[in-house]
Each structure stands twice: as structure tokens, then as C-alpha cells.
């Protein structure tokens, strides 16, 4: 990863009013350049930084989507995250006084593709200050972990001018490893540190973002990447007995949240329906199949599922439907979802 930087360089007004471009970040609304401030008294001086995540919180940001409302989805996932550069001068020895303050709040948004192993994270920075700081640059590194890479790689930095509304964009992509079964799991990794004039020990070691991301290689003949802490959701329009056969098994406890467990399949049907008709009469018509909830495919199937009489044609559509959404979904073997009758 990226050793992290400490200088001592003066940025301008001309620096900073423009992004630093090796990092492959571009501007979406640069500010009108600010006057150099005067440099502190050449005293000692000391950098204090602070991060939080903050799920949910607008900030400053005049973005379109917020973490809450950011239309999250099976192969999106995205966070609000804030940095704090708070700067001091003061006599060695002695009292320091904050001169001012630099805030970044910044949005990651990683999105991932059914039929791509390749995941992209895109990030949206906005810049405040409060006080008087000290012009500089804010350095975002990003890396992942995952079983290919356990000590974490790296793969994108960017490099963002501290300069009082200004507002950048960046993105950057990664290719993590392909599992066969869930749950393993690739996480987003980022650290932060800031170039200021103001020396001290500035920015935050790798923290994990919440943002995570799973790619499989066993639902199609190609790597797809999903985020496994969304749910998918499936329901059966179709099969109307089938559906109030459900309901009525929600109502009396059965689980909504299944996961899928198709080794069980064969065991859990036989356990569920092997004597059906002993526990739900003769069949009321020729073509009736016995439906068990949950669902003989899911580890919440089994002994102890309800049971129900359905049309065959109904019992037919909802597996369809079923195998359907897992695909386009990419729902592997102890992935979870939702049922929704």
C-alpha cells in the first residue's frame, strides 16, 4: 500500500485550486481560487486528524443519492464517510491554538456486474473548512482483502486539493477472487492521509469501509460479483395457491428469510412431502403436487415444513420463478433471500 506522506511544502492558491491529477481524480465544481493565506508563525506546530463513518448523514453534500436512499441493490453498495484535519500552531513546550479545520465528506459507491468479475468503485469527495487551515492536499488510498489477497492490495489512490466547496470526482477498479460457495467475501479497505505545510503525524491506518463485495465462478460460465448484504426478493404472481400456501406458513412462523442449500434438496422434499397425503388426505385432484415451505432447497427446509396441496402447473411456475431470480442474482449455496407472498 501507499507509504503514507508528510511534508512540509507550501501549496498557494494556484496549487490548490486545481485537483492533483496523478490520482486520477477530476473536478466536478472547482471553487473561484481563495487568496494565499498567510503561513503560521514559525512555530511548532502539530496536526491532529479524526474519521468517522456516518451512515445516513448529508452533510454538506449536494448529491443526488445519500447512503439511506442511494438505491442500494444486489450489485450496489455505497457509504458516507467523513475526514477531519484539524490543524494547531503553538511554542514548543507550551499551549497550541487550532487555527482552523479541513472536512472531507466523502461517498464510495461500488458496483458490481452478474456477468464481470471486474467490481468499480466510484468516489464523490466535498471539501469545507472552518477557520483559517492551512491549504494542502487529502490523499485517499484504497485497497481490498480477500483470500488472494489476505494482507490487503491496493488499487486506486486519490489525491484531492484542500481548497474551501471544492467538489471531485474519481473512480477507480479491482478484480478480487471468485469463490464457489458463499459466504467468503472481498471488503473494501480505505486509509487517508493529508499533505499540509502543517507537520504532525496526519491521516488514519486501513479501516474497513462495511462496503463488501462476493464473486462467484458456478452460476454462469463467467465471474459475476454481487453485494452479498443485499437480499433479493422473489415472489410467485403466478402461482396464486402457491402464494397463500406461503402466507398462511409466514403467519404460523415459517421463516421469509431462506438459504439456499441445494445438497438438501432431495432430503428435505423427502422429509417434507414423503407422506403427504398420511398428513394432508388424498390428493384433491390428479394433477396436485404437494408444495413445502420453506423450500426444500434452502437449509430452513425439511422436517417440519408446511405442506399443501397446489396445482402441478403452479408448483411448476414457482420453480421456475425461483430458479430464475437465484440466477440473475447470482444466489450461490448458503447465499440468503427474501420471500414476499
Not at 464510495?108 to 456477468?115: E, G, K, L, N, V
Amino acid at each position: 500500500m501507499t507509504r503514507k506522506t508528510r511534508s512540509a511544502r507550501w501549496l498557494g492558491a494556484a496549487a490548490t485550486a486545481l485537483l492533483i491529477t496523478t490520482g486520477g481524480i477530476v473536478p466536478a465544481a472547482a471553487a473561484p481560487p481563495s487568496p494565499s493565506p498567510t503561513p503560521p508563525a514559525a512555530k511548532s506546530k502539530k496536526a491532529t486528524t479524526r474519521t468517522t463513518k456516518a451512515p445516513g448523514s448529508r452533510g454538506a453534500f449536494a448529491l443526488p443519492n445519500a447512503v439511506g436512499s442511494c438505491g442500494e441493490n444486489r450489485f450496489t453498495s455505497c457509504g458516507i464517510f467523513n475526514a477531519t484535519i484539524d490543524q494547531f500552531a503553538g511554542i514548543p513546550g507550551g499551549p497550541s491554538t487550532l487555527i482552523g479545520s479541513w472536512h472531507i465528506e466523502f461517498l464510495m459507491r461500488m458496483t458490481s456486474a452478474a456477468d464481470s468479475g471486474t467490481v468499480t468503485v466510484n468516489v464523490t469527495a466535498e471539501v469545507t473548512a472552518t477557520g483559517t487551515p492551512v491549504p494542502g492536499a487529502w490523499h485517499l488510498y484504497l485497497s481490498y482483502l480477500d483470500s488472494d489477497a489476505p494482507g490487503g492490495q491496493s488499487f486506486k489512490q486519490f489525491d484531492v486539493a484542500l481548497v474551501p466547496g471544492l467538489v471531485a470526482n474519481g473512480s477507480g477498479t479491482f478484480t478480487p477472487a471468485a469463490y464457489n460457495t458463499a459466504p467468503p467475501r472481498t471488503r473494501l479497505v480505505y486509509r487517508w492521509d493529508d499533505t499540509t505545510p502543517v507537520p504532525g503525524d496526519n491521516g488514519v491506518g486501513a479501516t474497513t469501509s462495511g462496503l463488501e463485495v462476493r464473486c462467484d465462478n458456478v452460476v454462469r460460465a463467467t465471474v459475476g460479483c454481487v453485494n452479498p448484504n443485499y437480499l433479493p426478493t422473489v415472489n410467485f404472481p403466478n402461482a396464486p395457491t402457491v402464494t397463500s400456501h406461503i402466507r398462511a406458513a409466514q403467519a404460523q412462523g415459517k421463516p421469509s428469510t431462506l438459504t439456499k442449500n441445494s445438497p438438501a434438496t432431495d432430503a428435505n422434499r423427502r422429509a417434507a412431502c414423503g407422506n403427504a397425503e398420511a398428513v394432508l388426505g388424498p390428493k384433491p385432484s390428479p394433477d396436485s403436487t404437494c408444495d413445502e415451505y420453506p423450500f426444500a432447497s434452502t437449509s430452513e427446509g425439511g422436517a417440519g415444513a408446511s405442506i399443501a396441496w397446489v396445482p402441478a402447473a403452479e408448483n411448476s411456475s414457482q420453480g421456475g420463478t425461483l430458479a430464475g431470480m437465484t440466477a440473475a442474482n447470482r444466489v450461490i449455496d448458503g447465499d440468503r433471500y427474501d420471500v414476499i407472498p
